[in-house]
């Protein structure tokens, strides 16, 4: 199980742990200081032994470099957030599929729409659906019919007296 804390406090912590061990401190009092594993330590230690203390800095993450780099995605929020129709669609209702058109066009890098709503996720947006409302819809009356109809159609029927 990862240890709470981010990438720079988990190196932050390994690279104390490692000049420790250098300054020839044994492991109990590094293991009282830092209150790791004994586990922990002991990798730590051969690490250092082996390669220094840039054995324990933090090492990036594998995987392919993102085709949108985070000031493009920045402009993308930019472009959502000046809505559909001043990116020249006919509605105010942004799909994937018409994301992926404007990223396209925008920045010359194509995304497929499904792989879109992932990025979106990852940028702190979510699904919304437009609330479907008729046009004739009465508001007055349909606060009425909650307060006054609804109470007595979920009651039900009065009970029925035997005579």
């Known amino acids: 199980m990862r240890p709470n804390g981010s990438a720079a406090e988990l190196e932050t912590r390994r690279l104390l742990a490692g000049e420790m061990i250098l300054q020839g401190k044994d492991n109990d009092e590094i293991l009282e200081i830092l209150g790791v594993s004994v586990t922990s330590l002991n990798r730590w230690r051969r690490a250092v032994e082996k390669g220094g203390l840039d054995a324990l800095k933090s090492k990036p993450h594998p995987g392919r470099k993102p085709r949108l780099n ?55 947006w979510t699904c919304q ?26 009651r039900g029927p009065p009970p029925v007296v035997a005579l």
Do not use: S
């Open 70 to 124: 985070a000031k493009q995605k920045r402009q993308l929020v930019e472009i959502l957030l000046a809505g559909p129709r001043k990116a020249g669609y006919q509605n105010d209702f942004w799909t994937c599929r018409r994301i992926a058109e404007v990223v396209e066009q925008r920045f010359h890098v194509e995304y497929h729409p499904d792989y879109i709503g992932r990025m979106l996720h990852n940028l702190g």
């Open 129 to 154: 659906m437009p609330e479907q409302r008729a046009r004739e819809a009465d508001d007055d009356a349909m606060k009425r019919w909650r307060k006054r109809d609804w109470p007595r159609i979920k």
